[in-house]
């Protein structure tokens, strides 16, 4: 399994990205993914996930909520993450994860409960 996460970069605050997750080795069908951010001296944080073993779902932090959208292309084995209106603490690295396991609840959260992690690609968000 390797999952190759691209797209970081330096914006202004108020400004968009969007990274990008390619996925190989995992039944599509069976696919829980997750974006998590970490900034220096904290963390690994949840950001965003979408489940699509069972049915769709997808959840997002409080704290992008509104801003932050999760997507997939099906044809390209890909998962992005659209960050819109970005603030200055959005700073961090950014990692995209995975697996086969369905999540409820808390179960999301908890970089623990994903198997596979990609290289992680830095986001910077200038004030």
């Known amino acids: 399994v390797q999952l190759q996460a691209s797209g970081g970069g330096l914006v202004q605050a108020g400004g968009s990205l969007r990274l990008a997750c390619a996925i190989s080795?995992?039944?599509?069908?069976?696919?829980?993914m997750a974006w998590f951010r970490q900034a220096p001296g904290k963390e690994r944080e949840f950001v965003g996930g979408a489940m699509w073993n069972g049915g769709s779902r997808i959840v997002y932090a409080d704290s992008v909520k509104g801003r932050f959208t999760v997507s997939r292309d099906n044809s390209k084995n890909t998962v992005y993450l659209q960050m819109n209106s970005l603030e200055p603490e959005d700073t961090a690295v950014y990692y995209c994860a995975a697996t086969s396991r369905r999540k409820v609840g808390s179960a999301w959260y908890g970089p623990a409960g994903y198997d596979y992690w990609g290289q992680g690609t830095q986001v910077t968000v200038s004030s």
């Open positions: 080795g995992l039944t599509r069908s069976s696919t829980t």
